[in-house]
């Protein structure tokens, strides 16, 4: 049957099982938008931005496991992806990116909104193609799914020329199969590996296991907990690895890395044995190469080959799909209590709780962990995805949303991208309409993509937006407070009244700003059809804690002082020296954590006196402490 490259584009996405995509129009890209009339079974959402199309197919391919797509036309179209894409390839998520080209004869000339977008992705994509003839695009789509969401998942990069868009060709389906020789993503580890493997997991007397999100990529939950269970092994998880082993299972010891639980980053220097599983060893995860995990050996059970020995030298790599080796290995896999183990293990958390902010009574000041923790109570007999974005937010969310389910959390963990919350959880709403999808983000990163609210309001769909509104790019605010003397360059931040600015794209918006009215804000969010953004008013000066500087020893934590906690609750003034601390460090350790200036509720903070005339022309409910130029935190009000 002979068709056009557009419609032969449309007809193979039908069979490769799409039913939505994300994009935006232009000219190079019209001939295919034209065509997309006559396929009404494919969905089109019209984003507001180009970035926003591939957040969106990411986040549905994070939530579905299935291949997200984002179109955009060339040059500045196919530019502003990037972002999305690079995200995608940080995380190992499976997306086809379709953008136009110039016409074939004008490639080269700089023509009206050309760029060469093969060499702008070619290192943030995992294969990227250039399609100047009409016969090549079937194959060159198939096989782009298939490079996209075999082996170790990743974004593939399509861009295809006008001409060959509106040009006629013969289409065949089966003959235009992939044909990829130098492509093997199903390598498999060698029996001598195995067994070596087997050797140190029987004979450990400390082992960790380091469970990263190829457990979830791979399907493998069942077999990690099995290997936990048998073995008695404790199980540490990276950021992109939540919920991938439930957090209510004994043998899931916490997060780790530089905002990790503090007990779990001291397991794992003070193990005899790593088992690394579908993770990367990221340097937010190892700390200090040169004395990360001194005394453990390590196996690196991992199906991409390029990432053994790339960061951490191992001992043993067994390279595969992570659920046919674990299911190799679990027969031979010796059961055993490892008694001292755990009760090491239990001695180091004992001192974590005393930290923790959870432990301040409700003084009437909204703090961005409560949110969370009463987000995640008001949340979790639902079945809820949240999808967060960066900073301090994010990491909260990590410490005090308790995920139980693999998918259940999607966040910009490698590339570390603002913005990508709010068109990522529209992404993940597509791809899971019968599940809530909260959004986490910051007042700093919501402004970097607010505009997608828009699409969220014209597809009629709901998300639920909880920003955590600090009025300061506040993980940034956090590295300027304890490495360079509290120098609050560029990160105090006002923002609009984000109540009205839902309302103005005909959503609800909501303000919350103590404790007290977290679960009956998060009830009338669920209870509204659609999408709603509450504004949490929170602690401006708040840290992460605990915190392993960059580039630090992964033990040598700053820590939440205890006595901050025990000060609030009225009890000793006792506080403990963080382990292995520098004089720097110490002096952090002293002033860190929610100042009296910042313990101010938002109710009773004070604007600036330049915005101060600004501020009063909003209502009385919206005024926000905003903050004129970089000043010192205690002077600010
Ligand atoms: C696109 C992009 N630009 C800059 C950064 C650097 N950065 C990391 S966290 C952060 C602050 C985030 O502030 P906000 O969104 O308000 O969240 P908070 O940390 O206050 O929770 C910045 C600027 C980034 N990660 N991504």
């Not at 934590?557 to 609750?569: C, H, N």
Request: with cysteine.
């Amino acid at each position: 049957m002979k068709l056009t490259g557009a419609e032969i584009i449309w007809e193979c996405l039908i069979r490769e099982g799409v039913d939505v995509v994300f994009g935006y129009p232009g000219g190079a890209i019209l001939p295919t938008y034209d065509a997309m009339t006559k396929y009404p079974q494919i969905h089109h959402v019209l984003t507001r931005h180009e970035q926003g199309a591939t957040h969106m197919a990411d986040g549905y391919a994070r939530a579905s496991g299935k291949v997200g797509v984002a179109i955009a036309t060339s040059g500045p179209g196919a530019t502003n992806m990037v972002t999305g894409i690079a995200t995608a390839m940080m995380d190992s998520s499976p997306i086809v990116c379709i953008t136009g080209q110039v016409g074939s004869r004008a490639l080269g000339t700089d023509a009206f909104q050309e760029t060469d977008v093969t060499g702008v992705t070619l290192p943030v994509t995992k294969h990227n193609y250039l399609v100047t003839k009409t016969a090549d695009i079937a194959r060159v789509i198939r096989e782009a799914f298939y490079i996209a969401k075999s082996g170790r998942p990743g974004p593939v990069l399509v861009d295809i020329t006008k001409d060959a868009q509106q040009l006629t060709a013969e289409f065949d389906w089966e003959a235009a199969a992939p044909k990829l020789p130098g492509y093997r993503p199903n390598l498999r580890a060698l029996p001598t590996e195995y067994e070596r493997a087997l050797e140190l997991i029987n004979s450990a007397k400390r082992p960790v296991i380091l469970a990263g999100q190829g457990i979830k990529l791979s399907g493998a939950t069942a077999q990690v907990l099995e290997l936990a269970d048998t073995a008695r092994i404790p199980i540490a998880v990276t950021l992109l690895g939540l919920g991938v082993v439930p957090a209510s299972s004994p043998f899931n010891l916490g997060m780790m890395g530089m905002h990790g639980e503090a007990w779990v980053n001291q397991a794992i220097q003070q193990a005899d044995l790593l088992i690394a599983l579908g993770m990367r060893f990221d340097d937010r995860v190892t700390g200090n190469l040169k004395t990360y995990a001194p005394h453990a050996k390590k196996i690196h059970v991992e199906i991409d080959p390029s990432e053994v020995n790339k960061n951490v030298h191992v001992d043993v790599p067994l390279i595969g799909d992570l659920r046919e080796v674990l299911e190799e290995l679990l027969p031979k896999v010796r059961t055993s209590d490892r008694g001292e183990w755990w009760a090491k293990i239990a001695e180091m958390k004992g001192d974590s709780a005393v930290r923790d902010i959870q432990a301040l009574p409700d003084n009437g000041h909204l703090y961005a962990a409560h949110v969370i923790n009463d987000l995640w109570r008001a949340t979790k007999d639902r079945d809820t995805i949240v999808v967060t974005d960066v900073g301090q937010h994010q990491m909260w969310e990590a410490q005090y949303y308790r995920h139980e389910k693999p998918r259940s959390l999607i966040t910009s963990g490698g590339l570390g991208t603002m913005g990508f919350a709010l068109p990522a959880a529209i992404g993940a709403k597509f791809a899971c309409p019968e599940k809530d999808v909260w959004v986490v983000v910051g007042d700093g990163g919501f402004q970097m993509t607010s505009c997608e609210l828009a699409t969220a309001e014209q597809e009629g769909i709901k998300v639920n937006v909880a920003i955590i509104n600090n009025a300061f790019l506040g993980m940034v605010r956090q590295w300027q407070e304890f490495f360079y003397e509290k120098r609050y360059a560029a990160t105090p931040m006002t923002g609009p009244d984000f109540v009205k600015l839902a309302e103005a794209y005909r959503l609800n918006g909501l303000r919350c700003d103590k404790r007290a009215e977290v679960n009956s804000t998060v009830k009338a969010v669920l209870a509204d059809k659609r999408t709603t953004v509450v504004d949490f008013v929170v602690e401006q000066e708040d840290a992460v804690f605990p915190m392993v500087p960059a580039g630090a020893d992964l033990d040598a934590m700053i820590r939440r002082p205890k006595r901050e906690i025990l000060a609030e609750s009225g009890a000793d003034k006792e506080w403990q020296m963080p382990n292995g601390e520098s004089a720097a460090v110490s002096e952090l350790t002293l002033t860190g954590g929610p100042s009296k200036a910042a313990s101010v509720p938002a109710a009773k903070r004070k604007p600036a006196p330049s915005l101060k005339k600004k501020s009063a022309e909003t209502s009385k409910k919206s005024s926000r402490p905003v903050v004129a130029k970089a000043t010192k935190a205690g002077k600010r009000r």
